[in-house]
């Protein structure tokens, strides 16, 4: 886990992550300009810091109602406002990017932050951005999947050798600068299906798991699948970590969470996936089987270390900003996870 | 409530002959109902690939977007080689998986021969279901010998649909009625 930059003796890694997504706050109808979006996510990794999170990251996406589509600048703007906590990409679209370019940023605020940042590479769960940025939607798997070899290989030597279909070669090249200690932790972003949870254990690389709704043991399925590829494939799972991310909201009661969080996912979904989000599955959130991270302090304790029973996972990440969520519930948010769940969390969770 | 009424085919006139008829009906009976007209045949719909329906531009996205925001459903569709036309699966694929959801959908189906009367059941109710909508069972199945001229000319014909209507709005009203009351009882 260390070339990872993970100390299992601490126990569950806790983080935040936000799409960057800019959208109207349901109770109001109002929007925030653009530049307040992006200083608010600033703030809100300052105030993730604070809390003593381990970890925040920033979402690309390049469509209506978001942010954040350079990411990567958000994130170096993040590494200059913070001193601790591990900062990244959630995740970075490494299919209709350069590799090269991509690992130029990330090195590079990996440096302005100490050593701080990671990418988690995804393949785009929207693919408007293809034709914005000049690919074919035709090419999505192999885009991904000849990116993504590349991307590791340029982290695991200074100089590379390599040729593909969707890049001029490289021929002894340098890419510069390196990251402190030499290499960075890539991910592999996974949505919930087991097929792209095979594809990253078989390549052997960490996998950052996103998920929606659903009963946690549908999810240890996916995590199972990882970790029987990775095996096949000739690596250790045990050295290889998983991160979960998905909903969060805490709130006095689970009803005041259920009630609070409720408008700010069923609109926001609405306004980015043209669909809402059905109450009767929202209603099934509060419940402990269920992988949504909703409910009293107490009640998250108890499901995220009963995630952690069922997965054996090395970080969880939180989006509790979804949706035009006002600041003050996001600080009211971090401070329960600060003075109440995490606590708890890395007592339950950390190895003597 | 909100009703859109898709004619499914590009080819023909029958189809869009019997969903006449239903907007006929629904504009004499049901005057608070909005009722919109959606005949393939005067829209430019690509082929779905793969996009999220709010993605595509034109006719394309005019097109889906209408049938997320409806109530119901009313879908006529003609018999194609035992099955509904290419024009009217491709809607099916340009949409989200459960985009039918909380939604009423009720056929009308025509047909050159008696023979394809089971084809709503094996063919399009299963896509119906699988996309969670609300099924009108009963569904009207018009012949050819009933059509004359661009005309109805088969009472029974025009009594089916009539009673078609009513149930399609019939239901949309109860499963407003009870989703408002269940979820008011999530109090959330």
Redesign the interface.
């Given at each position: 886990m260390e070339q990872y930059r993970l100390n299992p003796h601490k126990g569950l890694e806790f983080g935040i992550y936000t799409l960057g997504d800019h959208l109207p706050d349901p109770n109001t109808g109002e929007r925030i300009s653009t530049q307040a979006r992006i200083h608010q996510i600033i703030e809100y990794a300052k105030l993730a810091e604070q809390a003593g999170l381990d970890f925040f990251s920033v979402g690309e996406s390049h469509?209506d109602y978001f942010a954040t589509q350079a990411h990567s600048v958000v994130l170096a703007a993040i590494a200059q406002a913070t001193r601790k906590i591990k900062i990244a990409s959630s995740s970075t679209i490494i299919s209709t990017s350069d590799p090269v370019r991509v690992y130029e940023d990330f090195a590079t605020i990996d440096l302005i932050s100490g050593g701080r940042a990671e990418i988690v590479a995804g393949r785009a769960s929207?693919?408007?951005l293809f034709e914005l940025l000049g690919y074919d939607?035709r090419d999505y798997e192999e885009l991904f999947e000849e990116k993504f070899e590349l991307l590791l290989q340029i982290n695991e030597q200074e100089i590379v050798n390599w040729s593909g279909e969707y890049r001029a070669p490289l021929r002894n090249a340098k890419v510069l600068p390196r990251p402190q200690g030499g290499s960075m932790p890539i991910w592999r972003a996974v949505g919930g299906s087991p097929a792209s949870a095979i594809k990253a254990g078989m390549a052997g690389v960490p996998m950052f798991m996103a998920h929606l709704g659903g009963p946690v043991s549908v999810f240890k399925q996916t995590i199972d699948a990882y970790r029987q590829a990775a095996r096949q494939a000739g690596h250790d799972p045990a050295q290889l970590p998983v991160a979960t991310a998905g909903f969060f909201y805490a709130a006095d009661t689970s009803?005041q969470a259920?009630?609070e969080l409720?408008p700010y996912i069923n609109e926001g979904m609405k306004k980015t996936?043209?669909?809402g989000f059905?109450?009767?599955l929202?209603?099934q959130g509060i419940d402990t089987r269920s992988i949504m991270n909703i409910g009293s302090p107490q009640q998250i304790i108890e499901k995220i270390l009963y995630q952690h029973e069922m997965f054996g996972h090395q970080r969880y990440i939180a989006q509790i900003d979804f949706g035009g969520m006002p600041f003050d519930k996001l600080q009211r948010n971090i401070e329960l996870i600060g003075t109440e769940i995490l606590p708890a969390i890395r007592k339950y969770t950390a190895k003597p | 409530m909100n009703i859109v009424l898709l004619s499914g085919s590009i080819v023909g006139s029958k189809t869009r002959t019997a969903m006449n008829e239903a907007m006929q009906v629904l504009a004499d009976k049901y005057p608070d109902v909005t009722a919109t007209m959606i005949d393939l045949a005067e829209y430019d719909v690509q082929f779905s690939d793969g996009r999220n329906y709010l993605e595509y531009p034109g006719d394309t996205g005019y097109v889906t977007s209408a049938i997320m925001s409806a109530d119901a459903l009313m879908i006529g569709t003609p018999v194609f080689q035992a099955s509904i036309p290419a024009t009217l699966k491709n809607i099916f694929d340009l949409l989200p998986q459960n985009a039918l959801l909380d939604k009423v959908v009720s056929m009308i189906v025509t047909a050159g021969s008696p023979k394809h009367f089971l084809m709503p059941e094996q063919q399009l109710k299963p896509i119906l279901a699988y996309m969670k909508a609300h099924i009108v069972q009963t569904y009207v199945f018009i012949e050819e010998k009933d059509f004359m001229r661009k005309q109805i000319v088969n009472d029974d014909v025009k009594f089916r649909i009539e009673r078609l209507v009513e149930d399609t709005v019939t239901l949309t009203e109860t499963h407003a009625q009870i989703r408002e009351t269940k979820e008011a009882a999530y109090d959330f």
């Open positions: 469509q929207r693919i408007g939607v009803q259920l009630q409720y996936n043209g669909q059905s109450k009767q929202f209603a | -």
